[in-house]
Structure formats: structure tokens, C-alpha cells
């Protein structure tokens, strides 16, 4: 399967299935994307100016992006740029060139397929 920069999904306020939770506070739930995982990895990236090709991913990475700017180019040519605050979930199977344009930080979820 290959996956290209139209299949990554936007996460965030707004996009998906809404829930109003209730547990005290003023909570917000936005469900944009359920999957099958065997495993995950959280961690935290921080990244300089430059730029990498990389061969097709095999999980799916959620991402949130605290800092910087960066770029992301399928094998097509598809071409997709993310700004700190900017949340996307990268799907299996992308393979491109992953480029920081300025100085960034990212939270991410690795999500292993079952």
C-alpha cells in the first residue's frame, strides 16, 4: 500500500466525531481516527534546519507540532507543510522526504499495526 500526502488526516479541534465530556471540567473529545494497534510508542522529537528522504513508514505516527515549520513530500511529488500548533496523523506506508524548514518540536504516537 502506498500512502500519499492526501491520505494524511488532520487532528484537532473540530475534525471528527464530537463528544461534550462530562468529568468536572469544560471538556471537549474530537474523534478523528480509530485503528487497529498491537503497540505504541509516545515520545517527543526536536529537529534543525535540513531535510531526509525516508522509505515507507510501518506504523501509523500521530503528531502534534509544538515548534517550527516542516514539510512533508510523498513519492508523487504531493507536497503538504505543517506550522507549530498543526496536528496530522501520518498513515502506514507514506514514504517521501521530510523536511524542517525552521528549527521544530513534535509530540508523537507510534501506533503499531495488529
Known sequence: MTALVQDIKTLGAGVGSHTKLD???DEDDWCAF???SSGHVVGWWEGKVG???FPATT???IVWLAQGRI????SQGGRREFSAGDAYLLPAGFAGRWETLEDAKK???LLDKA
Open 59 to 61: 506504523a501509523d505516527e
Open 71 to 74: 514539510a512533508l513530500t510523498d
Open 34 to 36: 480509530k485503528g487497529a
Open 51 to 53: 531535510s531526509v528522504d
Open 107 to 109: 509530540l508523537y504516537v
Open 23 to 25: 468529568y468536572g471540567m
